[in-house]
């Protein structure tokens, strides 16, 4: 039995009501649910809240709220991985215990259920504990700087300050869209990945990370773009 897991904790301070803002005239939450139908690979699509008027919004696009997350997983330094543990020993408990899980996030407009295919293939054909989304840094990383105490600049790695960027190794970054679990593994290691996690890998433009309301008016013309570029490649 496969699960979709999609935290969402009511209370962003950040960004108020972050997981069902408007989102291109979408609740923010509404894209997560509907990749995860578009996937074709769920039995259960599952929403983890503590939230009344998260859970409405949810069950109206067809996601299930069987349940409302304790509050002691419901506070800002909550990780997600004992979220996820929690959801799916609730499925345990419930009688329909998964043998695979996927955490989506719910502040993931650029999620496409395709990736989400190619996530589960990664995840079954290598037998691994995990697979999830990477993107690459937009700037070799190897080439970073700080600012030192002294106020001026330096290098985190001066060894590289002559290298050329095309010698440099492509370094990724989580792209915060989803974590497809092995659930005998991930019980067993309670983390999202471990050493033998393999990558989901992502255009740089499908990854938006929204935390500022600027991020979001950011992300929101890049999903009007994408839209765009989209109906004019269907006429």
């Known amino acids: 039995m496969n699960a979709a897991i999609i935290p969402a904790r009511g209370g962003s301070k950040r960004i108020p009501n972050k997981n ?3 989102f291109a005239n979408q609740p923010m939450i509404s894209y997560s649910i509907k990749a995860a139908q578009e996937a074709g690979l769920f039995d259960r699509i599952l929403v983890t809240t503590d939230s009344d008027a998260i859970a409405e919004v949810a069950l109206a696009h067809g996601a299930e709220v069987p349940f409302r997350r304790p509050p002691e997983l419901c506070d800002d330094n909550t990780p997600t991985a004992p979220v996820v543990a929690h959801a799916i020993e609730w499925l345990r408990q419930a009688g329909t215990p998964a043998d695979y899980a996927c955490c989506i ?4 407009p650029f999620i496409r259920a395709e990736d989400i295919r190619v996530g589960f293939d990664i995840l079954t054909k290598n037998a691994v504990s995990s697979a999830f989304t990477v993107t690459t840094f937009a700037f070799p990383i190897f080439r970073a700087l700080r ?3 002294n106020g001026a600049l330096a290098m985190f790695w001066p060894e590289h300050k002559v290298t050329r960027s095309q010698d440099l190794p492509t ?3 989580d792209a915060g869209q ?3 679990l092995s659930v005998t593994r991930f019980l067993e290691s309670k983390t999202l990945y471990d050493l033998d996690t393999r990558p989901i890998v992502l255009p740089r433009y499908l990854v938006q990370d929204i935390d500022t309301l600027e991020d979001w008016e950011m992300a929101e013309h890049m999903y009007q773009a994408l839209s765009l570029r989209k109906s004019r490649e269907t006429i």
Do not use: K, S
């Open 20 to 22: 069902i803002r408007p």
């Open 147 to 149: 600012l030192a105490e």
């Open 105 to 108: 996030y719910a502040t993931a």
């Open 178 to 180: 989803f974590y497809w």
């Open 171 to 173: 370094a990724y970054h």
